[in-house]
């Protein structure tokens, strides 16, 4: 028996070698480059030593196989060289697994990705245990990168042509169900009986039984057969297939900023039209290409960044308590969201509105969301009416005593939510904390009037709430270290991403935005096109533009927020909320209410409504080229950005990109706000921002923080020298 690098061996007296990946020190299973070197070695072993009848790859823990390459070993590789070289070994060693004459097993239960699966896939048998966690894919595409230990030309080899090529283009992950369906796994197994299960298998293949193949034979349709077997021994439809994907791919992602999933492709065909070992070195090629390039930096550094952020508080800052009954006061949009959230982590919640109406509309709308789920296969009937069963619907304040954390999340008015305080706080536990979901009141007022303002915090979630992934958690000035840690670590527990920010107007997401989007007004104003904008930004990367955006977020929401930023920043923030109020006026106040800067058809944006450009005062038409308003649009927000960090609203720059991207949206490939302002250089952004300035006005005159970055040479990610 050994045990190094995170992977330990042992001979049964069976002749079954069992390697074991136990890495007790991390979260989750990983491999680099030593334990790469480790199994090499194990492999090298097996193939002299002839006691060993069968081997069988398992996990030490029972949530996790293997969750593929450890990120920080790659992403210091900065040559295309190395990063093929580092692939090619992972591919010799694989191979070497392959090619072994015993059989060889995989255990899957928990999470195995990337390397993990390429490994499955040179073993003769993968099992997969029945366990929520399991889920078996190659995302890398996710990264910024391709699979590279031979993932792209084993995948289509087992799955076929056109389910490898889904999977491997979109990052797609399978649970247990899914992989059998697909032919990926040959069996599921209990979860208790997984490792006996193998063994027998390779014991059985050991004394030259069958194996069970579910294999590529799997339980495709006759016409995906079909399908597989024409892209594979005919060109035009190999073509054709690689051409439909393409051509699906550009809808989603541009070629320039996201190449990975076009290079896979790249590699996929060369899967079906080459020999195993000519694909491999395309496969490789690809990788070493795509590892040092902009792109894979920044999706790789943004992946590690966040990882960070979803580490529980530990109590250095706070000790947290767990939170087992919740409350939520409210059951609007966000209301009726954030407790369908809270239910589905199996916590029971209590919904309260004035009104039973707004109630049975959230409790609806959670199942209609559970019931997509269940026809998708993620979840069964039986757990869709435990969750709904979780929801306590009241219109009284009574069983809030129990709740150790109660979401306020009524209408946007102080004195309501100063109301609704007061009337819970003599109800709610010693120890229990009271969040508000409000976007744009200082909690400190909130918390003005309570007896115990120590216990109120901010928890800021974004709409949809079940698909944004960030939550901004607002310290007021007088909440503990250890309410503001419980709310932390709850919202973790909703799979969320937690910011902790200072309570300030705005909050730091919706101050940054609307500067961009006041900017973007101002181009209206001055005779721009809406979509001549929103098409420049949309190019930039950002998922939508800002005028599809603010009548996404409604012209109301949107109007108020401005109002708040004019009243705490005066002049910076000043101007521009004339087209919007006109915009209301004439009953155009976004997507829900039928129009807004843009006229729309069943639900659906069409073109821009010309009233709006007479309603917002616009002056005659005027061209811009995209990168002019572009520049304006993210210099607003590179500007403002670095006021936020002089004002202590965030700590680091790197909690301001990875707020940006999950709640704005950011293109991740330009890896956040502020990283994009370092590779353009801060000396080029404080000169651009100052031309700007002298056009269009003070708010663009460079922050402090900026010019003093110029003088000291220094970066937002360290030194600019
Ligand atoms: P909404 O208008 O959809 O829902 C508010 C609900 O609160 C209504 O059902 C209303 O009947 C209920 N309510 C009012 N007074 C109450 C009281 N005293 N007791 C119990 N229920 C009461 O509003 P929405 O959009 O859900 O917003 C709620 C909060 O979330 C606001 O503070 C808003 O600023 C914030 N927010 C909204 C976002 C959005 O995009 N809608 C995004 C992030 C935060």
């Known amino acids: 028996m050994s045990a190094t690098a995170g992977i330990r061996d042992h001979l049964e007296a069976d002749g079954i070698l069992h390697v074991v990946f136990d890495q007790p020190e991390r979260p989750v299973n990983l491999l680099d480059g030593e334990l790469l070197k480790r199994l090499s070695a194990i492999l090298e072993q097996v193939r002299v030593e002839e006691q060993v009848k069968g081997v069988l790859f398992r996990s030490a823990k029972p949530e996790n196989f293997?969750?593929?390459?450890?990120?920080?070993?790659?992403?210091?590789?900065?040559?295309?060289?190395?990063?093929?070289?580092?692939?090619?070994?992972?591919?010799?060693?694989?191979?070497?697994?392959?090619?072994?004459?015993?059989?060889?097993?995989?255990?899957?239960?928990?999470?195995?990705?990337?390397?993990?699966?390429?490994?499955?896939?040179?073993?003769?048998?993968?099992?997969?245990?029945?366990?929520?966690?399991?889920?078996?894919?190659?995302?890398?595409?996710?990264?910024?990168?391709?699979?590279?230990?031979?993932?792209?030309?084993?995948?289509?080899?087992?799955?076929?042509?056109?389910?490898?090529?889904?999977?491997?283009?979109?990052?797609?992950?399978?649970?247990?169900?899914?992989?059998?369906?697909?032919?990926?796994?040959?069996?599921?197994?209990?979860?208790?009986?997984?490792?006996?299960?193998?063994?027998?298998?390779?014991?059985?293949?050991?004394?030259?039984?069958?194996?069970?193949?579910?294999?590529?034979?799997?339980?495709?349709?006759?016409?995906?057969?079909?399908?597989?077997?024409?892209?594979?021994?005919?060109?035009?439809?190999?073509?054709?297939?690689?051409?439909?994907?393409?051509?699906?791919?550009?809808?989603?992602?541009?070629?320039?900023?996201?190449?990975?999933?076009?290079?896979?492709?790249?590699?996929?065909?060369?899967?079906?039209?080459?020999?195993?070992?000519?694909?491999?070195?395309?496969?490789?090629?690809?990788?070493?290409?795509?590892?040092?390039?902009?792109?894979?930096?920044?999706?790789?550094?943004?992946?590690?960044?966040?990882?960070?952020?979803?580490?529980?508080?530990?109590?250095?800052?706070?000790?947290?308590?767990?939170?087992?009954?919740?409350?939520?006061?409210?059951?609007?949009?966000?209301?009726?969201?954030?407790?369908?959230?809270?239910?589905?982590q199996d916590i029971p919640v209590r919904l309260k509105d004035l009104r039973f109406d707004p109630?049975?509309?959230?409790?609806?709308?959670?199942?209609?969301?559970?019931?997509?789920?269940?026809?998708?296969?993620?979840?069964?009937?039986?757990?869709?009416?435990?969750?709904?069963?979780?929801?306590?619907?009241?219109?009284?304040?009574?069983?809030?005593?129990?709740?150790?954390?109660?979401?306020?999340?009524?209408?946007?008015?102080?004195?309501?939510?100063?109301?609704v305080l007061a009337e819970l706080e003599p109800l709610m536990a010693d120890r229990a904390v009271f969040a508000s979901n409000t976007s744009s009141i200082p909690i400190g007022e909130i918390a003005a009037a309570a007896a115990r303002p120590d216990r109120v915090v901010g928890l800021h979630f974004f709409n949809p709430v079940d698909r944004m992934p960030l939550v901004e958690v607002i310290a007021g000035p007088e909440s503990s270290a250890d309410a503001v840690a419980t709310?932390?670590?709850?919202?973790?527990?909703?799979?969320?991403?937690?910011?902790?920010?200072?309570?300030?107007?705005?909050?730091?997401?919706?101050?940054?935005?609307?500067?961009?989007?006041?900017?973007?007004?101002?181009?209206?104003?001055?005779?721009?096109?809406i979509d001549a904008v929103d098409a420049a930004m949309t190019r930039f990367g950002m998922p939508l533009g800002p005028f599809a955006l603010m009548d996404e977020i409604g012209l109301d929401t949107v109007l108020h927020v401005a109002r708040v930023l004019q009243a705490a920043y005066g002049k910076r923030a000043e101007g521009s909320t004339r087209a919007l109020e006109s915009l209301i006026l004439s009953e155009r106040r976004g997507v829900r209410a039928g129009g807004g800067f843009y006229r729309y058809r069943r639900g659906k944006r069409t073109l821009p409504d010309p009233e709006a450009y007479s309603l917002s005062g616009a002056r005659e038409p005027r061209d811009l080229p995209p990168e002019t308003i572009q520049e304006r649009l993210v210099l607003a927000m590179v500007n403002e950005a670095a006021v936020c960090l002089e004002d202590g609203v965030v700590e680091r720059p790197v909690d301001l990109d990875i707020a940006m991207v999950t709640g704005t949206g950011f293109p991740p490939f330009r890896g956040g706000l502020l990283r994009y302002a370092d590779s353009n250089g801060i000396a080029v952004t404080v000169d651009r921002l100052a031309r700007l300035a002298d056009a269009h006005g003070e708010r663009f005159r460079p922050a402090g923080l900026l010019r003093e970055m110029v003088m000291r040479q220094k970066l937002f990610y360290g030194d600019g020298k």
């Open 66 to 344: 293997l969750a593929g390459m450890d990120i920080d070993s790659l992403s210091g590789i900065d040559d295309a060289y190395r990063a093929s070289e580092g692939a090619r070994f992972g591919q010799t060693v694989f191979q070497k697994l392959a090619d072994l004459s015993i059989p060889t097993a995989c255990a899957i239960q928990g999470g195995c990705m990337g390397g993990g699966t390429e490994l499955a896939l040179a073993c003769d048998i993968r099992l997969a245990g029945e366990h929520p966690t399991t889920l078996i894919g190659l995302p890398e595409v996710r990264i910024g990168i391709i699979p590279g230990f031979g993932g792209t030309q084993r995948l289509p080899r087992l799955v076929g042509f056109t389910k490898a090529v889904d999977m491997i283009v979109a990052g797609r992950r399978l649970n247990s169900r899914q992989a059998l369906r697909a032919g990926l796994v040959d069996e599921i197994v209990l979860p208790g009986r997984l490792e006996a299960r193998a063994v027998a298998l390779l014991r059985q293949a050991a004394d030259g039984g069958d194996r069970p193949r579910a294999g590529i034979r799997g339980r495709r349709s006759a016409g995906t057969r079909m399908l597989d077997w024409a892209a594979a021994t005919v060109p035009p439809v190999r073509r054709w297939v690689l051409n439909e994907a393409r051509r699906k791919l550009t809808v989603k992602a541009d070629p320039m900023h996201y190449p990975a999933p076009y290079r896979a492709l790249e590699a996929l065909d060369a899967a079906v039209s080459l020999p195993l070992p000519q694909g491999l070195d395309i496969e490789a090629r690809i990788i070493g290409e795509l590892i040092p390039g902009e792109t894979a930096r920044n999706l790789m550094w943004l992946f590690r960044s966040q990882a960070a952020f979803r580490k529980p508080s530990g109590s250095a800052g706070g000790t947290s308590r767990k939170v087992a009954k919740a409350g939520v006061i409210g059951a609007g949009i966000m209301g009726g969201g954030i407790a369908a959230l809270i239910a589905d």
């Open 487 to 529: 709310v932390r670590d709850f919202a973790l527990r909703l799979g969320k991403l937690p910011i902790v920010v200072k309570d300030s107007p705005g909050f730091l997401v919706n101050r940054i935005l609307m500067f961009y989007l006041g900017e973007a007004i101002r181009l209206l104003e001055e005779g721009v096109r």
């Open 359 to 419: 109630i049975l509309t959230a409790l609806r709308t959670a199942r209609e969301g559970w019931n997509r789920k269940v026809r998708r296969g993620r979840l069964d009937p039986g757990q869709r009416d435990e969750r709904m069963a979780r929801i306590a619907p009241t219109v009284h304040t009574s069983g809030f005593t129990r709740c150790d954390l109660v979401v306020e999340a009524v209408v946007e008015d102080l004195e309501v939510k100063q109301q």
